[in-house]
C-alpha cells in the first residue's frame, strides 16, 4: 500500500524476503527510513492517514487493520471476524473506516468507536481499490473487471464506469475535482483517468517501467521527490499520483504530474 501524509511524506507498506514486514517513510527530501516494523509476516496491503496522523494498516495474513501513531508505535485497530484478507482503506468524512475484503466480497465499516460492520456484500467480485468523492460517495474497483461502482452513504451500489479501457482495476484515487484515477494491469500498468460524470476513461500514464502488478494510488497537491534505486521518477509537476506496485524483493513507487504541467 502506499500513503502520504500531510507534510508531504510517502509511507510504502513492504513484505521482504525477510518476513520482517514494515512501512517505510520517504521524506520531502528523498530521505527513506524504517517507520514502523511488525517483525512478521503480516503481508500488509492497503494504507490510510485519520485526521490525527495515525496510519492504518490491513493485513492479509492476521485478518487484521494495525494502527500506526506518528511516533511509530503499533498496536491492533481490529481483529473482527468480518474482515477477510482486507486490501483497500479509505476514511469517509466522518472518520468512519472502510475496508475492502477479497476473503468474503464484503466491504466492513467501522464507527468512530471502532465497531464494525458489512456496509456492503458485493457477490465474488474481489473489491480492491477505495476512495472518496468530494460528495461521500465512495468508489470500489475490482481486479476481476474494469467496472468501477459507486456506493452511497447508505450503500447503495449503482455503476459508476464500465468499459473496454482496461480489464483489471486496482488501486483508486479521487481529485479535488472528483476524477477518479484507476490504476490497472490491464492494459500494462496504466493509470487511467475517468472524469466525474463517468463517462469516459483517459489514459494518465503507462508505466512501463513497473516490473510487477501496480497495485494501490495516493495523491498529493505537492511534488513529492523520491529517491533511486529502489523507486522510478516520471515527474515531479503539478498534481502529484504515486502508484505503488508490490514485487517480490522490493516496493517501487513512481510519480506523475499532470499531463498539462509537464
Do not use: W
Not at 490491464?186 to 475517468?194: A, D, K, M, Q
Not at 504515486?242 to 517480490?248: D, L, N, P
Request: proline share 5%; charged share 15%; with cysteine.
Amino acid at each position: 500500500g502506499i500513503a502520504i501524509d500531510a507534510s508531504g511524506n510517502v509511507y510504502v507498506a513492504e513484505s521482504p524476503n525477510s518476513a520482517n514486514d514494515k512501512v517505510v517513510k520517504i521524506t520531502p527530501s528523498g530521505t527513506v527510513t524504517s517507520f514502523a516494523a511488525f517483525g512478521t509476516r503480516v503481508s500488509p496491503t492497503g494504507l490510510v492517514f485519520d485526521s490525527d496522523g495515525n496510519l492504518f494498516v490491513a493485513t492479509q495474513t492476521e485478518n487484521s487493520i494495525r494502527k500506526i501513531t506518528p511516533g511509530g508505535t503499533i498496536s491492533t485497530y481490529s481483529s473482527s471476524t468480518l474482515l477477510n484478507r482486507p486490501f483497500g482503506l479509505a476514511f469517509d468524512g466522518f472518520g468512519n473506516l472502510f475496508a475492502a475484503c477479497h476473503g468474503n466480497d464484503t466491504i466492513v465499516k467501522f464507527d468512530s468507536s471502532g465497531s464494525a460492520s458489512v456496509f456492503a456484500n458485493l457477490s465474488t467480485r474481489n473489491p480492491n481499490g477505495l476512495a472518496f468523492n468530494t460528495s461521500g460517495d465512495l468508489f470500489v474497483s475490482y481486479n476481476t473487471s474494469g467496472q468501477i461502482d459507486r456506493l452511497t452513504r447508505d450503500g447503495s451500489i449503482t455503476t459508476f464506469y464500465s468499459g473496454s479501457s482496461f480489464s483489471q482495476a486496482m488501486g483508486l484515487a479521487v481529485d479535488p475535482s472528483d476524477n477518479v484515477y484507476v490504476a490497472s494491469n490491464n492494459p500494462g500498468f496504466s493509470i487511467f483517468r475517468i472524469d466525474p460524470s463517468g463517462s469516459s476513461a483517459t489514459l494518465f500514464t503507462n508505466m512501463t517501467n513497473m516490473s510487477s502488478s501496480l497495485e494501490f494510488l495516493a495523491l498529493s497537491s505537492a511534488a513529492i521527490p523520491v529517491p533511486e534505486p529502489s523507486t522510478y521518477i516520471m515527474a515531479l509537476l503539478g498534481l502529484g499520483v504515486a502508484g505503488y506496485a508490490m514485487g517480490r524483493r522490493r516496493s517501487y513507487v513512481a510519480i506523475v504530474g499532470e499531463r498539462s504541467a509537464l
